[in-house]
């Protein structure tokens, strides 16, 4: 009975596969890709609110508007490539630096550890509103300090100028995602080859250039994709601190913004749809070229192994 | 006692409590009784005082029962618009005049005159600039409350600190120039910022054609074709806000930070701190300042109410106010076109309800000391024992001016905004801030009338 049990299970292996595969499938069809071909469709119609039946066909339309007529287009792009310029890098290089320093072997690590990943479990509105107050001209902690040290304030959340670095600030407040992933990438790393870096007289910082660095580029190349598509998608923190006219002449409007205005302000969602075809083209067109370029800078261990 | 027996103890009682509610529905309505899902943006402080209001109409209406969905501020448009596109969409929507337009537009809701005419609803009751705002393309939406009028023309002042700076605090400003007087001389400002304010006279699209009508200007023409607000008025009506908000308050980044995280309705503003002496604000706020601070609302040598300030250098200028303009303006109760008739004739009940009956939003209005869009319940005397300055109100609403939009109102008002901010940022001068955006608006509109004109031949 056993043995035929076996060999069902075997002959049927594919199957059984597919059966605990299908929730995950099921939730990609229905959740994922129908929605994904649904909008693409409705980025080629005039569909409003209200549409009764198949929305109106207008081809390329949309597209068009977009290129041709939408400033708002071009300026919540830059908006939005000036955000991922400056907060994508930063907070690899913040979460990298902070593990590093977790990475210590420090009695009360583990508290350490567990303090600098509790603000990532703050709800984003939460630690938004915290920033608000935050970033006060007159009230905030950040105002007060440079005060304190004789700079001049900043009007963070009023001026033009400062609203990009306020959100790109406030960016940072999500490190700790990263900083666990670059945690668990150094302490994959093996021990013996700084040993061996030691007594060849290598130095701390030759050690990290050389050793530590390069081991964590997979992590880096990871935590680098993950932060492009989310930071192309930024939103709630943006809706929430500026509002969705996108503060002061609208130097915080950012992609997502506007499509939100597009959609829920404007009731024009067959525009919106084509303006959110264009951003996963975008992202789609960067992942692969990151994706492609990564040959040349990601050192992945196994594959030099197995070409020596 | 063990949690699942609590649990169970809970469920017991929730059943009994319903089974012993159910039936007092079912006695007193002989018939079905329909749920009417009433989506409302009343707030929560507001929710005991509908309830009332709701109370009311189920008592005369035993086969309705009404739902009060409050609903939160934050994500308005997204509930709304999905909500009322939805194919199960609410039984009645609260909706701004913008939106009105747009559903209306869409096919989304249903015209009400058929129910006026059947059931008799007199709508001659209320100010013919309060229900004319709920007219599109010649047929009514809905029954407006509270009213769209008050929205712009009052201001509240600090009378202690006019005082303070010696002026006489029972003749405040009437003129934009005896308010920039008054404003000179109340406002400090430091490198932080302004510590006490004189007045904001606001940054935007909204706050510009409030400015507007009080110096003779108009946004657009009757028929809602051509804007208008780019004239000479509106030349000079933008480049004097922005001198008076660059020389007298600092700059508008002042405003912006100084108006950071208050709330009014909270308590939390500089108005209750004695930091700004002319807060241009609309007719809730009565309401507001009696819950938050009621010894002060009382205390009227602290405080008072004004007409908002017009051109005193424009002979023709006067104190006026602008209805159905902003987008928070001018809300109606509008029923959705997805459902059977006998719903939408229970939500014509409850909409008229709201909009007409005494107990209606006639008490409703008047519990927040505030004034209805129904002329005859403003005569309630009760009003004086009520508002301080009942006279006031009575005098703004007699001076607030309708102006004509269209379902994009939404989109021009966004033009309009960024416009009028370029030229508080010297990005642009007055004029070529609002030329520019009369081009564009222009456009648009002229793109709206000729799809709907052609849809409508």
């Not at chain 1, 959609?263 to 303006?275: N, S, T, V």
């Not at chain 1, 075809?277 to 800078?297: A, C, E, G, K, Q």
């Not at chain 2, 987008?327 to 959705?336: D, S």
Request: aromatic share 14%; charged share 15%; with cysteine.
């Amino acid at each position: 009975m056993k043995l035929r049990l076996q060999e069902w299970w075997f002959r049927n292996r594919s199957l059984i596969g597919f059966v605990f595969i299908f929730p995950w499938f099921a939730g990609f069809i229905i959740f994922d890709a129908m929605p994904f071909i649904y909008n693409l469709y409705l980025s080629f119609t005039d569909y409003q609110i209200g549409t009764v039946g198949v929305p109106p066909w207008i081809g390329l339309e949309n597209y068009s508007e977009i290129f041709n007529e939408d400033k708002l287009f071009s300026k919540s792009m830059y908006n939005t490539l000036y955000y991922l310029g400056y907060s994508v890098p930063l907070r690899l290089i913040f979460a990298f630096f902070i593990a590093l320093i977790l990475n210590l072997r420090v009695r009360g690590m583990e508290l350490y550890r567990t303090l600098f990943y509790v603000p990532s479990v703050v709800p984003l509105v939460a630690a938004t509103v915290i920033f608000a107050g935050f970033l006060n001209t007159r009230y905030g902690f950040l105002n007060q300090f440079l005060v304190l040290i004789g700079a001049a304030p900043v009007r963070w959340l009023s001026s033009p100028d400062a609203i990009k670095p306020s959100l790109i600030l406030l960016s940072l407040w999500g490190f700790g995602a990263q900083m666990i992933i670059f945690l668990a990438g150094l302490q994959g790393i093996p021990e013996d080859l700084y040993e061996a870096a030691a007594i060849d007289g290598g130095t701390g910082w030759q050690r990290l250039v050389y050793i530590t660095v390069p081991l964590m580029t997979p992590t880096i190349f990871f935590n680098l994709l993950m932060g492009l598509i989310g930071g192309f998608q930024v939103f709630e923190q943006v809706f929430i601190l500026i509002g969705t006219h996108g503060g002061p002449l609208q130097a915080g409007l950012v992609y997502m913004l506007h499509v939100y205005n597009k959609a829920f302000r404007d009731f024009e969602f067959g525009y919106a749809a084509a303006l959110s075809v264009i951003l996963f083209l975008i992202i789609f067109v960067l992942t692969i070229l990151l994706v492609y370029t990564s040959n040349r800078w990601v050192f992945y261990g196994d594959a030099q192994d197995n070409e020596t | 006692m063990k949690v699942s027996r609590l649990f169970g103890l809970a469920i017991a009682l929730m059943m009994l409590l319903s089974l012993g509610l159910a039936p007092t529905l079912a006695q007193d309505c002989e018939g079905e009784v329909i749920e009417l899902e009433f989506m409302n943006w009343w707030g929560a402080h507001r929710e005991a005082l509908m309830d009332t209001l709701i109370g009311h109409f189920e008592a005369e209406n035993p086969c309705i029962r009404v739902i009060n969905q409050v609903q939160p501020w934050d994500n308005r448009a997204e509930l709304l618009a999905t909500a009322a596109a939805s194919s199960n969409p609410p039984g009645i929507i609260m909706s701004t005049r913008p939106e009105t337009y747009q559903f209306a537009l869409s096919g989304l809701i249903i015209p009400i005159d058929a129910y006026v005419e059947a059931e008799g609803t007199d709508i001659s009751v209320f100010y013919d600039g309060e229900i004319g705002l709920q007219y599109w393309n010649g047929e009514l939406y809905g029954l407006p409350m509270p009213t769209a009028g008050l929205i712009s023309p009052l201001y509240f002042y600090n009378k202690n600190m006019l005082r303070d700076a010696g002026f006489d605090p029972e003749n405040p400003p009437q003129t934009w120039q005896e308010m920039e007087e008054v404003a000179r001389a109340v406002t400090v400002a430091d490198a932080m910022g302004v510590e006490v304010l004189g007045t904001s006279l606001g940054n935007n699209g909204d706050a510009f054609v409030f400015w507007l009508y009080t110096n003779n200007g108009k946004y657009s023409s009757d028929d809602g074709r051509t804007l208008l607000f780019n004239s000479p008025e509106g030349v000079e009506t933008l480049e004097w806000m922005v001198n008076f908000t660059n020389e007298i308050n600092g700059g508008v980044e002042n405003m912006t930070d100084f108006f950071q995280d208050v709330n009014f309705s909270q308590g939390d503003h500089p108005f209750f701190d004695d930091a700004l002496a002319m807060l241009h604000i609309n007719s809730a706020a009565f309401g507001h300042l009696n819950n938050v601070e009621p010894d002060l609302y009382w205390d009227t040598d602290s405080w008072g109410v004004m007409i908002r300030p017009y051109n005193g250098d424009n002979p023709d200028a006067k104190h006026t106010g602008v209805t159905g303009y902003n987008f928070v303006g001018a809300w109606a109760y509008t029923i959705p076109a997805a459902h059977p008739p006998e719903k939408q004739a229970a939500a014509f009940k409850f909409a008229e309800f709201i909009g007409v009956h005494e107990l209606g939003g006639c008490a409703f209005l008047f519990a927040q000391s505030r004034p209805s869009p129904v002329q005859a319940c403003n005569e309630n005397p009760a009003y004086y024992e009520i508002n301080p300055y009942w006279d006031k109100v009575k005098e703004a609403l007699a001076v607030d001016t309708p102006v004509q939009i269209t379902p994009v109102q939404g989109q021009l008002a966004e033009i309009l905004t960024n416009s009028v901010e370029e030229a508080f940022f010297g990005v642009k001068s007055a004029e070529d801030a609002l030329n520019d955006a009369h081009a564009e608006m222009q456009a648009l509109l002229d793109e709206f009338w000729a799809e709907f004109d052609a849809n409508n031949m």
